[in-house]
């Protein structure tokens, strides 16, 4: 099988370094892989991070190409990830894992094969995955891979670190359908590469694990930053288990989003908080799964909050714009279409909701949780600047009968 890799929606500085690195990284597994316009190759690297890399992904995507998303972003909805920054080593082993999933065994010369970096964000088509298990047993548990040591950041800025070597996500194959995606929508989007390790906090310099003292709040409130500090374990009514890490600005618990909203209903009081110490969260958090950034609940959190209106002190007659593109989820295949009418310009709620086709309660929701994250602001139009009449040109004649 040819190995192919092309490179689209991309700046052009972007587009040289991952040349230069591409063509030192192929070089050490051997010149097996060819560097060809995005049209003729069989995988191809989008910077999911710039304006046109969504738009070139969905392009791309409803094509049935393989698509490499280049971002910071800890997760995304391409086929593979590769992190930015990204360096000779990251792309080689990317190259690898690629090639791996094509059933193409690459190793550097004179190397034991690396640890894959790049995580597979889809699993094969449905079709394959039935035929494999109805001919197969059943697979033995994965093996947990090593975390790379650099900090990854989530697309809102904030640091993401791990405590411990959680096992890899299993992937969930991309909805080939807005329908479909919905009829899905108990399964778990698959996250990229699980953050990375930091300092654990000193025992005896541990922070009280709950900084307010009043009688509660709902977790979106508990969520917001200064709120709540260390490690606590938080319990929905329906038993679902949030460990969450203030600290670092990460959580742990199911990598869907839609189970996780029964936590957001009610008030809870601090005490119901509880507090988490090292030998247990080590042992849970490693259960539970990779670390996830706590942007990501911040932002459920906000899509809850208004059930289907504008959160109060917004209306209707405002308009709204992105400052970039979001981390859409799966789970809600209606955001991308909204998303990408909001990258457009500002827009009241009616206009986005026309455009893109979605109702007006949906467009609210969206709005909200990108107001809680950061990622949307109502646009404040500059007041007309009054402009000075112009004063009469007087000629000689006018001056001297003015003495």
Request: aromatic share 4%; with cysteine.
């Amino acid at each position: 099988m040819s190995l192919t890799l092309g490179l689209t929606g991309m700046d052009p500085a972007t587009e040289a370094a991952l040349k230069a690195a591409f063509l030192e990284a192929n070089a050490r597994l051997g010149d097996r892989w060819s560097l060809v316009p995005d049209a003729e190759a069989g995988h191809v690297v989008v910077d999911m991070d710039s304006m046109y890399g969504p738009m070139s992904w969905l392009r791309l995507h409803a094509a049935g190409r393989h698509v490499i998303g280049l971002t910071s972003a800890p997760r995304t909805q391409t086929d593979f990830r590769l992190g930015r920054p990204f360096d000779v080593e990251q792309l080689m082993q990317l190259l690898a894992e690629v090639a791996r999933a094509a059933g193409i065994e690459l190793q550097a010369a004179g190397e034991a094969p690396p640890a894959a970096d790049a995580t597979r964000a889809t699993a094969p088509p449905a079709d394959a995955a039935i035929a494999t298990e109805a001919t197969t047993a059943p697979a033995a548990a994965p093996e947990v891979e090593p975390v790379p040591d650099p900090a990854a950041t989530s697309g809102s800025g904030h640091a993401v670190h791990e405590s411990s070597v959680p096992e890899a996500p299993t992937p969930n194959p991309a909805p080939a359908s807005e329908a479909e995606a919905e009829r899905e929508s108990a399964s778990a989007p698959a996250l990229d590469p699980a953050p990375t390790a930091a300092d654990e906090p000193a025992p005896h310099a541990a922070p009280a694990a709950v900084a307010a003292t009043e009688a509660g709040r709902d977790l979106a409130a508990w969520l917001q930053p200064g709120a709540l500090a260390g490690r606590v374990r938080c319990r929905g009514a329906d038993g679902t288990v949030l460990l969450i890490d203030a600290g670092a600005d990460t959580w742990h618990g199911p990598t869907a989003l839609k189970p996780v909203a029964g936590c957001f209903e009610g008030v809870i009081a601090a005490d119901e908080l509880e507090r988490v110490d090292d030998a247990t969260w080590l042992r849970e958090s490693a259960a539970a799964g990779a670390p996830q950034p706590l942007s990501r609940l911040r932002w459920l959190g906000g899509l809850l909050a208004g059930k289907g209106e504008l959160l109060p002190g917004f209306s209707a007659s405002d308009r709204f714009q992105l400052n970039k593109w979001p981390q859409t989820e799966r789970e809600y295949p209606r955001h991308f279409r909204i998303a990408t009418q909001m990258m457009k310009g500002p827009a009241t709620l009616s206009e986005i909701a026309q455009a893109s086709g979605v109702p007006e309660s949906d467009v609210a929701d969206f709005i909200n949780a990108n107001l809680a994250t950061g990622f949307a602001e109502p646009a404040v139009e500059a007041p007309p600047v009054a402009e000075e009449p112009a004063r009469a040109r007087v000629g000689l004649l006018g001056r001297l009968r003015n003495r």
